[in-house]
């Protein structure tokens, strides 16, 4: 996705990760995609693999998934009309690359964003794909996350036990070795790029977001964190104050317009 018309500057790229590993497609976020390229951000969306039956190997697959896909970038940019180094001529100038996800694929990016900083969790989610993206890796400037259970080992200790994990892994995540490496705040580093979290009072992750927020604040960082107030919508029952899927509500466009301009800015 790109901006309509000619283009003459240099314009981030958002790697778009799409919610609902079980059934979801990239064409879900189709609408959010567009409303980016329209606010001046490339977009660039992928399909990973489906955790059909809630297990944790799918998850490792959808990480090797990502990283293929970031490698695939990097390899293929100038044939995408793109230039990652800024100074060649005819192609657009690519000024930062982000990572974006929507709920359960906020996650997946957050997770994404910490293994490729981290030796330890390379070694736990090794794969070629990892291996071919680490030689020569495309350098990831940020995280958007929006609505995204970022925490489910924390959640793990509280009564939201039944969402996160039977979200993520069906039946087999209360007892899995994997959990510690699942939990972006336990796992964040001095290196973390800037982070942009997106939640509502009616999201049941909010908790994950506020956690995410003290742990970067902890870390000396200054996490962008727009915790909405909840909107019960009488025709369409949204307890949460954006939707990804209906970019043309009033506060799906003022959360669109935020996001647009985090992204503009790390250029």
Not at 138 to 166: E, H, S
Request: hydrophobic share 45%; aromatic share 8%.
């Amino acid at each position: 996705y790109a901006p309509m018309g000619e283009v003459n500057k240099g314009l981030p790229l958002m790697v778009l990760l799409h919610d609902n590993p079980y059934e979801g497609d990239k064409q879900d976020v189709r609408p959010f995609a567009m409303e980016m390229a329209r606010r001046g951000v490339l977009v660039a969306s992928l399909n990973y693999t489906r955790a059909l039956d809630g297990q944790f190997d799918a998850f490792s697959a959808s990480i090797a998934d990502v990283f293929c896909f970031l490698d695939w970038l990097h390899l293929n940019a100038k044939a995408l009309g793109l230039s990652l180094t800024g100074d060649e001529d005819g192609l657009i100038p690519v000024t930062s690359v982000s990572l974006c996800g929507v709920g359960l694929g906020g996650h997946l990016a957050a997770t994404v964003l910490n293994v490729s900083g981290n030796r330890r969790m390379q070694e736990y989610w090794a794969s070629s794909s990892l291996a071919n993206y680490l030689q020569n890796p495309l350098p990831i400037a940020a995280l958007v996350a929006l609505a995204a259970p970022l925490c489910p080992r924390k959640l793990l200790d509280n009564i939201l036990l039944g969402w996160v994990g039977k979200d993520l892994f069906g039946k087999e995540y209360r007892a899995h070795k994997g959990m510690d490496y699942l939990d972006f705040a336990s796992n964040l580093s001095v290196d973390v790029p800037p982070v942009m979290l997106v939640t509502s009072q009616g999201d049941k992750y909010r908790r994950d977001n506020l956690l995410v927020r003290d742990a970067l604040l902890k870390l000396g960082k200054s996490p962008m964190l727009l915790d909405n107030p909840a909107e019960e919508d009488k025709e369409h029952k949204l307890k949460g104050a954006f939707s990804a899927l209906y970019p043309l509500w009033r506060t799906s466009k003022e959360v669109n317009d935020k996001i647009a301009a985090f992204v503009r800015a790390l250029e």
